[in-house]
C-alpha cells in the first residue's frame, strides 16, 4: 500500500514538474525603467491630444445673496464646458512587483472656457469665462495582465487628477456681478470635482485604445500557409522597480498537426538588464519546432531544376558539363544534358545555438536525374549531412536575418544508376554543390529574415544582437509611431 502510495506521489510530482517544465517560455520581451519612461512619454502625447477640445459636464447650481434685510437666490449655469489648451510637463512611468505600472504628468497646465449664465431677480446676464489650470498632476495606474488564452489585457486601475490652482476669468463689462457669485458657489471645487472627465478619458486610453494597440500582437500568426507559431502568454507579466516583462510560448506547430506535442521543451530564459529601452530573447527552441513544423509540412523539399534556378550560373551548374571534371561517370553518361536534383529532407532540421555562433544542421537526400529526351532519368542519389554556421543582426523593423559564416558536411553514396562514383568525386561534388546551391539558399533565406512580434508603430534604434548558449539576445532603443 506505500509502495503504491509512493508510486502514485511520484508520478503527480513527475507530472507537475513536466507541466512547469513546458511552461518555460522560449520567446521573452522586457521593458526597462529607460523604456517604462518613454512608454510614459508616448502615452502623454496620446493622451494630450485627446484631452484638448474634451467636453465637460454642466455645471448648474443657485446661491443666496443678502442685500440688507433681504435675500435674493440667483441661479447660474456653466455649459459648453471645454478644455481649450492642455499642457503637460514631465511625465514619468515606473513598475512595482505589487501595483504593476504607475504613470506620472507633472506640471499641467490648461485652459477651459465655457459659457456662464446667472439669472437673478433684476439682473441676467451670459459671459465667456475662462478657467485656468496650473501646476497640476495625474496620477494613474495600470496593470498588463494575461487572458486565459495569453492574450494581453491593459486595464486602467486607478486615476486621481490634481487640476493645482484654479482661476476663474469673465470676459464682459459686468464681471464684478459674476465674481461675487463665483466668490460664493467657489467655482473652484465645482470644476475640480468635473475634472474627473479626465481620468474617465485616460481609462478610455488604456483599457480602449490601448487594448485595441494590443490587438496588432500577434498572438498566432500564419506564416506562408506551411507553420503557425504561437506567441500567447505563458504566465502573467513580471513587474519590478526595474522594469517589466513578458513571457511567451514562441512554439512553430505545422497546420496540419496544430495540437502536436513536442519530446523537448524550451530551457529557462536568463534575465539580462540593461540600459536600453526594450530587449528580446528567442530560445532555440523556436528554431527546432520550427524545423519540425516545416519538416512535417514537406516544405524542405523541393526540385531544383534549370527552370526554377535563381540565376544563370546556377542554371549553368544544373547542365552535366559543370560535373565533367567533379563527377565524371555522370557527364559520360548524359553529355551536355541537363539535370534536376531532387532534394528531401529526412530529418528535421536542427539548430543548436552557442556563443557567437547559430549552428544549423541538415539531413537528408540529394537525387540526381539527367533530363534526356525521353524524361527525367535517375542518376545517382546521395546522402548528405550539411552544417551551417551564422551570426545575426536585427533590423529597425524587427526583422531578425542570419548570415552565413561558412558550410561544410559530408556526402555519401546511397546508390548509382551509372556505375561506381569514387570518394574523391563526391567530396568535390559535396564542396561545389555546397558553393553553388546550398550557400546561396541559406544566404537568401537568412536575408528573408524572421520577424519579431510586436505591436503596429514601433521600430528599433541602436539596437545590437548576442548570441548566447541555447538563446538570441537583442537589446534596442525604440521609437513608437501614434497610428490613429
Not at 512553430?252 to 540600459?275: D, E, V
Not at 541537363?338 to 552557442?354: C, F, V
Amino acid at each position: 500500500m506505500k509502495l503504491a502510495l509512493s508510486l502514485l506521489i511520484g508520478i503527480k510530482l513527475a507530472l507537475i514538474i513536466s507541466f512547469i517544465k513546458c511552461l518555460n517560455p522560449a520567446f521573452q520581451i522586457a521593458l526597462s525603467e529607460k523604456g517604462l519612461n518613454y512608454l510614459a512619454q508616448v502615452t502623454s502625447e496620446y493622451f494630450n491630444q485627446n484631452v484638448t477640445g474634451l467636453k465637460l459636464h454642466d455645471i448648474d447650481g443657485s446661491v443666496d445673496i443678502k442685500v440688507g434685510i433681504f435675500t435674493y437666490t440667483v441661479t447660474y449655469s456653466l455649459y459648453q464646458i471645454s478644455i481649450k489648451q492642455f499642457l503637460t510637463g514631465s511625465t514619468s512611468m515606473n513598475s512595482s512587483t505589487n501595483n504593476g505600472i504607475a504613470f506620472f504628468i507633472n506640471d499641467i497646465n490648461a485652459q477651459i472656457q465655457c459659457q456662464f449664465h446667472v439669472d437673478g431677480q433684476f439682473f441676467v446676464a451670459t459671459t465667456t469665462a475662462t478657467i485656468t489650470l496650473t501646476n497640476g498632476d495625474l496620477q494613474a495606474s495600470a496593470l498588463l495582465g494575461s487572458t486565459s488564452d495569453g492574450k494581453f489585457n491593459l486595464s486602467c486601475t486607478s486615476c486621481f487628477v490634481n487640476p493645482g490652482s484654479i482661476h476663474v476669468d469673465f470676459e464682459n463689462d459686468s464681471s464684478w456681478f459674476f465674481k461675487i457669485i463665483n466668490k460664493i458657489a467657489n467655482f473652484a471645487d465645482l470644476v475640480r470635482e468635473k475634472l474627473q472627465a479626465i481620468c474617465n478619458l485616460l481609462k478610455q486610453v488604456i483599457d480602449v485604445d490601448g487594448n485595441n494597440k494590443l490587438k496588432s500582437f500577434p498572438t498566432k500568426q500564419e506564416i506562408d500557409h506551411d507553420a503557425i507559431i504561437d506567441y500567447s502568454q505563458t504566465r502573467s507579466p513580471y513587474y519590478d522597480k526595474h522594469g517589466m516583462a513578458t513571457f511567451h510560448k514562441g512554439e512553430f506547430t505545422p497546420p496540419s498537426n496544430p495540437s502536436i506535442k513536442y519530446n523537448f521543451s524550451a530551457n529557462p530564459l536568463p534575465f539580462i538588464r540593461t540600459n536600453k529601452m526594450i530587449s528580446f530573447w528567442l530560445s532555440e527552441y523556436i528554431g527546432n519546432t520550427a524545423g519540425i513544423t516545416y519538416q512535417t509540412e514537406g516544405s524542405l523539399n523541393y526540385l531544383l531544376s534549370p527552370e526554377t534556378a535563381e540565376n544563370a550560373r546556377l542554371k549553368e551548374f544544373l547542365n552535366t558539363h559543370s560535373l565533367q571534371y567533379i563527377v565524371p561517370p555522370f557527364y559520360q553518361k548524359y553529355p551536355d544534358m541537363n539535370y534536376t536534383i531532387m532534394m528531401t529532407s529526412i530529418k528535421p532540421p536542427h539548430m543548436t545555438l552557442l556563443e557567437g555562433i547559430c549552428c544549423i544542421k541538415f539531413i537528408g537526400t540529394m537525387k540526381f536525374s539527367a533530363l534526356t529526351s525521353n524524361g527525367s532519368v535517375s542518376a545517382f542519389t546521395v546522402d548528405a549531412v550539411i552544417n551551417g554556421n551564422t551570426t545575426a543582426k536585427i533590423e529597425s523593423n524587427l526583422v531578425l536575418k542570419l548570415l552565413l559564416k561558412n558550410m561544410n558536411g559530408n556526402v555519401t553514396l546511397k546508390n548509382s544508376q551509372i556505375g561506381p562514383i569514387s570518394s574523391k568525386d563526391l567530396d568535390s561534388l559535396k564542396e561545389y554543390f555546397i558553393d553553388m546551391v546550398l550557400a546561396g539558399t541559406l544566404t537568401a533565406i537568412g536575408k528573408i529574415g524572421f520577424q519579431i512580434p510586436s505591436i503596429d508603430g514601433l521600430t528599433l534604434a541602436n539596437s545590437s544582437v548576442k548570441i548566447y548558449s541555447g538563446f538570441i539576445f537583442i537589446e534596442s532603443d525604440a521609437i513608437y509611431y501614434l497610428l490613429k
